[in-house]
């Protein structure tokens, strides 16, 4: 099949980018999107013009290091898929393409589709732990941890950071990512003694990084590849609320002496 | 070269302990002045820079994703071994040791992996007590699966998902020595040379890949723990962005590299499309518990497969290795499909893959026992291939898949050149000539959470390495190396574009130096190997500029130190003059077909060292003791 491209190109963060339109010709519908834009690249190497730059690394929908909005969906709107699962079978000859980078203050673009999320990180290293060290812990099997619950926290952290939940939001805000680690530490015994502390740091870490607030439209839940249900966010609400009601721990000075 | 393995004596049950009793230790008020760099984020790296920053030494880590979530870690399906015997079926960590050394054809150093296996229950521990979600019983106990060859449930699992919650496991213990101060993490950063200063490791020179800044970084003592090689072959299941350039570059600083010719490819992945394909997908080969691998026994057959009668189909795992039927070993595997395919009996485009039919297990147990065990597997097989896997066999075909070969390293994994360590699949440790499933986790994070921390004390403590600032000569003049080779790279400006030749590369080894070599072959492919470096050298295109985000010109690095690369890997394998795991030797094998081992002459590690550009690579040997496993032929019949 053939198709029309039009992606978004951006020299770096300080350039205002555009639209330019590609063609893209014999495509198989075996390959992959990416592999599409692979073969639209390497045409433009021969060229000797510049290739579209956009991220990709395991391209098994496992790394979330892919990232681009086709026809104004994150991923390209089948269900539990990420852009570099989505083969081009979904699309037909002679059909107008459009690919852009995630778009959301906390992500700015770097080069044409490749945008920086290290905010997702700031969140994480706020709280999305569990404060132990390597070593002396309790033998694996000492503390059973009933079934249903591994397996809801495991739901949770099924999460492959993405950002497609940011960039679909129509305010850019990060609260499924941050719910689906603050639920699935809060759901296992191991998470427990911090929930509180966990779920107030990495709110306000998302607030501060420039993440819009939640107004439980859903659409996140919509194009996440792991289908990450919104349900997390009710639970994420309660931790929330949970701590502001207990209040920061207090500091108390350790046993010297 | 003079290789010292620093195996610590005394019965194999008791080095470790031993080694840690006797090991120098760095006061705890002094870590704080010992700065360590971490090249690396995947389960070995983040596991390392996360532990030893929680001891205090000042850590730089380094990854060219994004985020250290990233790494090509977080791909692994199937699961992690450990001997915990939670299952009492006969499990200790002998028996993962001896499983270990058998299932790598006697070609590992054993007293390696009797440490791996005696820490493999504490990983286990330690993950949950991060909060791995790990699959677990009714009764609220963890859950395990055979896997890959074994005999007995020593596989823990989270869905399949496994590599994910390990990573994001260690990913979230950095995270916490990030927010503590201990560890500077540098995502986007791809380290270009390790700078080697009075025989010592002293530091690296990196680029900062979205702006293209060219940075020096001190340290008194380096960790490389960045992957393996397998995307030499072009396509592997590998992520994209695996590459042996920090191995190699070691390599060239005089960090010999062990054992290139191991190479394992798995026997169950979706087969190739076309020339478009840009990696191959593997099906974690858990689903080899309930599928039956088959080809039809005309030649030519092509027929639909639900045309096929019983009685014209050959189940020929089963009908060759009768006792461990379709759960064979990998290597076995995956030259078993070979043979059938060579035979003219392979099946779809091209006569390349074999068939892997869950007909009989559904009937057995239903469609939604099946569903829930491999659910994810059969949704990401129809994504890929557009076929429905309940209805029609799934199609399969070996694919590169992990490499055991790798730097060689001490008992202290750490490489010939002292102060640098090599952890995880980077390194040549553990696996010998074939690695078992569900063992490479286990060997990156015994080698980050438990191993490192306590041999990187060691070192720092009994060598206190002088301190070597960035203004160094070697500093300058490795700075000046790597920028000089970047503007080389751009001033090509050729006509190929790096991935034509990059496949072409990758080609002529799945060809020659694939699932079977021979001395023919591979010397046609070493004299061919330079012939496409030069052309690589003279005619490859690599737009833009240094100065930018520019993904070509980190592809075109990665891709030239293939080109090097590719050549010791054929040379080990032309030296190799047995069947071994991983490297078969049409030459070498028994009348029935499988691979001869030649202990008398090959049981060592060949460990080549770096002569200079042009100059052949010396060959050192560092032979293989077994104390405690008779060395057996390994038969899976
Ligand atoms: C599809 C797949 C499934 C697998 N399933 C299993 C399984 O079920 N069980 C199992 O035990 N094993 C499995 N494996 C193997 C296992 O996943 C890997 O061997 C292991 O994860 C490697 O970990 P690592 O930490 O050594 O390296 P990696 O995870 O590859 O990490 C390498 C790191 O080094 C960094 N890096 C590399 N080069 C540079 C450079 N020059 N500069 C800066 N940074 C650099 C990267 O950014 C990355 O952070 C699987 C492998 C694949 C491909
Ligand atoms: S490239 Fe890894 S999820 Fe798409």
Same mark, same amino acid.
């Given at each position: 099949m053939n198709l029309t491209l039009k992606v978004w190109r951006q020299k770096n963060a300080n350039n205002p980018g555009h639209f330019e339109t590609y063609q893209a010709r014999d495509v198989i519908e075996d390959m992959s999107f990416l592999e599409m834009l692979d073969v639209v690249n390497e045409d433009l190497i021969a060229q000797g013009q510049e290739p579209i730059a956009f991220d990709s690394d395991c391209r098994e929908g496992i790394c979330g290091t892919c990232s681009l909005v086709i026809n104004g969906i994150p991923h390209g709107g089948?269900?539990? =898929?990420t852009v570099c699962q989505l083969h081009m079978r979904r699309f037909h000859d002679g059909q107008t393409i459009t690919v852009e980078p995630w778009r959301a203050r906390a992500f700015p673009i770097l080069r044409d589709l490749v945008c920086d999320r290290t905010a997702f990180d700031k969140i994480i290293q706020a709280g999305g732990f569990v404060s132990v060290n390597t070593g002396g812990t309790p033998d694996a099997n000492a503390l059973p941890v009933p079934k249903t619950d591994a397996d809801l926290a495991m739901d949770a952290a %099924? !999460? +492959?950071? !993405?950002?497609a939940c940011v960039a679909t939001c129509k305010n850019a805000s990060a609260m499924l990512f941050v719910a689906a680690k603050v639920s699935q530490l809060a759901l296992l015994p191991q998470g427990k003694p911090e929930r509180e502390r966990r779920a107030l740091n990495m709110v306000r870490a998302m607030d501060e990084a420039g993440f819009g607030a939640c107004t439980v439209t859903g659409a996140c839940e919509a194009v996440c590849p792991k289908e990450v249900s919104l349900s997390f966010i009710a639970r994420l609400n309660r931790e929330f609320g949970r701590a502001l009601l207990k209040g920061e721990p207090k500091k108390s000075s350790g046993g010297a002496g | 070269m003079k290789l010292d393995a620093q195996i610590p004596s005394g019965p194999i049950a008791q080095k470790w302990d031993r080694y840690k009793f006797e090991s120098k230790l760095v006061n705890p008020a002094n870590k704080r002045k010992f700065d360590i760099i971490v090249v690396g984020s995947g389960l070995a790296g983040a596991s390392a820079a996360a532990s030893l920053g929680e001891l205090g030494y000042q850590v730089k880590c380094f990854c060219f994703q994004d985020s250290p979530r990233r790494a090509h870690s977080i791909a692994a399906q199937g699961g992690i071994n450990a001997a915990k015997n939670y299952q009492n079926d006969g499990d200790s960590v002998y028996r993962l040791f001896y499983d270990t050394i058998k299932g790598g054809d006697f070609r590992a150093r054993e007293a390696n992996v009797y440490r791996l296996a005696q820490v493999s229950v504490n990983i286990i521990d330690q993950c949950v007590a991060q909060g791995v979600p790990f699959a677990r019983e009714y009764g609220g106990l963890l859950a395990n699966r055979s896997f890959g060859g074994a005999q007995v449930s020593r596989t823990f699992y989270a869905r399949g998902q496994t590599g994910q919650q390990l990573l994001l496991g260690a990913y979230q213990a950095l995270c916490r020595q990030i927010s503590a101060g201990a560890v500077k993490m540098f995502p986007r950063t791809e380290m270009l040379d390790v700078v080697v200063v009075d025989g010592a490791a002293k530091g690296i020179v990196a680029r900062d890949l979205v702006s293209g800044e060219i940075s020096l970084h001190a340290a008194d003592a380096v960790v490389l723990a960045t992957g393996g090689y397998g995307n030499v072959f072009f396509l592997s299941t590998n992520a994209k962005g695996c590459n042996v350039t920090a191995t190699w570059r070691a390599y060239k600083k005089g960090a010999a590299f062990a054992n290139p010719c191991y190479t394992q490819i798995h026997p169950t992945c979706i087969p190739v499309s076309g020339e478009h394909q840009s990696k191959l997908t593997l099906m974690s080969e858990s689903l080899r518990n309930d599928g039956r691998v088959w080809v039809p026994?005309?030649?030519?057959? &092509? *027929? %639909?497969p639900q045309d096929i009668p019983e009685g014209e189909r050959d189940y020929y795992l089963e009908r060759k290795y009768p006792s461990f039927g379709n759960l064979a070993p990998r290597d076995i595997s995956s030259r078993a499909a070979k043979e059938a395919c060579d035979d003219g009996r392979g099946v779809g485009p091209g006569g390349l893959g074999v068939y892997l039919d869950f007909a009989d297990s559904i009937k057995r147990v239903g469609e939604d026992k099946i569903r829930e065990r491999y659910g994810n597997l059969f949704d990401m097989y129809e994504k890929i291939t557009g076929a429905n896997a309940y209805r029609t066999p799934m199609r399969i075909y070996p694919a590169v898949h992990y490499a055991m070969g790798g730097t060689w390293v001490d008992y202290n994994l750490m490489s010939s050149v002292p102060g640098l360590f090599v952890l995880g699949e980077a390194n040549f440790s553990d696996h010998g000539a074939n690695r078992l499933g569900a063992s490479a986790l286990m060997q990156g994070l015994a080698d980050g959470y438990f191993v490192a921390p306590y041999t990187i004390g060691h070192y720092l403590a009994s060598t206190k390495p002088a301190k070597v600032a960035t203004s160094h000569a070697e500093f300058k003049k490795a700075e000046a190396d790597v920028t000089a080779r970047l503007k080389r790279l751009l001033s +090509?400006?050729? &006509? *190929? =574009?790096v991935t034509s030749l990059h496949r072409e590369l990758g080609k002529l080894l799945w060809e020659k130096c694939g699932m079977a070599r021979n001395a023919a072959g591979l010397k046609e492919a070493l004299k061919r190997i330079p012939e496409l470096r030069e052309e690589f050298w003279k005619n490859a295109r690599v737009p833009g500029e240094n100065q930018s985000l520019n993904q070509a010109l980190e592809y075109a690095g990665r891709v030239a130190d293939f080109m090097e690369f590719a050549e010791l890997l054929c040379t080990d394998a032309l030296h190799r003059n047995e069947s071994c795991g991983g490297h078969f030797r049409t030459e070498y094998q028994t009348p029935d077909g499988e691979a001869q081992r030649d202990d008398q002459n090959f049981a060592y590690v060949a460990a080549w060292e770096y002569q200079g550009d042009g100059k052949p690579p010396l060959l050192n040997k560092e032979p293989l003791v077994y104390e405690e496993v008779h060395m057996s032929t390994r038969s899976y019949k």
């Open positions: 089948h269900k539990g =898929t %099924a !999460c +492959i950071g !993405c950002g | 026994k005309k030649k030519g057959d &092509q *027929r %639909a +090509i400006n050729g &006509q *190929r =574009t």
